[in-house]
């Protein structure tokens, strides 16, 4: 009897997973229960905007692909928005910033900045953690109770601006709340993920409008991201 019993739990596994692998919708389920769950919160340059084929080529999406189906990635970014409740465009007005707190993330990746950096919406560093610091508190209040990451602001490289562009970014404010960025990581005992420390040697990778990675620009952010969860799980 007890053989017998364990020949139908064998064969019940057996077509368990025989379904699991010729069913990509079962699979997507599973994965969608037992993954850890990542959500990406940014602007255009999370999004993938001006990258061709951003739903293979963007930060997000190679993210997924370097970590695995242990792993569901999932994209935030919202173009043109800013972490600064002040500016034209804030991210808490965003759809996406509601979703990215009901996809009950395990790990939260935070890469907002490049917009607040815009004459007409910076306020200054003090108005922009404050901001930041409500965030933070917004994604540890949830019921997932999420690893927080912080993610510095990509490099901007205005002398790469075609002409007709209407981009405002300011270099200097970019590399003033990047700092500051990495003290509210200090203050808080969070990991900050440093992309424009690592991006503004790579000018190569922002040819497009001297604002938005190019998909080797998003590969490196991916990477540094990878790594960085790895080492911190």
Same mark, same amino acid.
């Given at each position: 009897?007890?053989?017998?019993?364990?020949? %139908?739990?064998?064969?019940?596994?057996?077509?368990?997973?025989?379904?699991?692998?010729?069913?990509?919708?079962?699979?997507?389920?599973?994965?969608?229960?037992?993954?850890?769950?990542?959500?990406?919160?940014?602007?255009?340059? =999370?999004?993938?905007?001006?990258?061709?084929?951003?739903? %293979?080529?963007?930060?997000?999406?190679?993210?997924? /692909?370097?970590?695995?189906?242990?792993?569901? +990635?999932?994209?935030?970014?919202?173009?043109?928005?800013?972490?600064?409740?002040?500016?034209?465009?804030?991210?808490?007005?965003?759809?996406?910033?509601?979703?990215?707190?009901?996809?009950?993330?395990?790990?939260?990746?935070?890469?907002?900045? =490049?917009?607040?950096?815009?004459?007409?919406?910076? =306020?200054?560093?003090?108005?922009?953690?404050?901001?930041?610091?409500?965030?933070?508190?917004?994604?540890?209040?949830?019921?997932?109770?999420?690893?927080?990451?912080?993610?510095?602001?990509?490099?901007?490289?205005?002398?790469?601006?075609?002409?007709?562009?209407?981009?405002?970014?300011?270099?200097? +404010?970019?590399?003033?709340?990047?700092?500051?960025?990495?003290?509210?990581?200090?203050?808080?005992?969070?990991?900050?993920?440093? +992309?424009?420390?690592? =991006?503004?040697?790579?000018?190569?990778?922002?040819?497009?409008? $001297?604002?938005?990675?190019?998909?080797? $620009?998003?590969?490196?952010?991916?990477?540094?991201?990878?790594?960085?969860?790895? /080492?911190?799980?």
């Amino acid at each position: 009897m007890k053989a017998k019993n364990r020949k %139908i739990k064998s064969l019940f596994l057996f077509f368990v997973l025989f379904l699991i692998i010729t069913s990509p919708a079962l699979l997507i389920a599973v994965q969608k229960s037992f993954a850890t769950r990542i959500v990406c919160v940014g602007d255009s340059i =999370t999004y993938g905007a001006k990258i061709e084929d951003r739903f %293979i080529h963007s930060y997000p999406a190679r993210l997924q /692909q370097m970590l695995g189906s242990r792993y569901l +990635v999932k994209n935030f970014g919202a173009s043109g928005y800013t972490l600064q409740k002040s500016g034209n465009f804030p991210y808490w007005d965003n759809p996406a910033f509601q979703e990215s707190g009901d996809f009950n993330p395990d790990i939260v990746l935070i890469m907002l900045g =490049t917009n607040d950096t815009k004459p007409y919406n910076w =306020t200054g560093t003090e108005k922009f953690l404050k901001d930041y610091k409500e965030l933070i508190s917004h994604y540890c209040s949830l019921d997932s109770k999420p690893q927080i990451f912080l993610m510095t602001p990509a490099a901007i490289f205005p002398e790469s601006f075609k002409p007709a562009n209407h981009y405002k970014m300011q270099t200097n +404010v970019a590399d003033t709340l990047s700092s500051a960025i990495k003290e509210l990581g200090e203050q808080k005992q969070l990991p900050v993920i440093d +992309v424009h420390e690592y =991006t503004r040697i790579h000018p190569e990778y922002f040819l497009l409008d $001297g604002v938005h990675p190019d998909s080797h $620009g998003a590969e490196l952010i991916a990477q540094l991201a990878c790594e960085a969860i790895q /080492q911190n799980r």
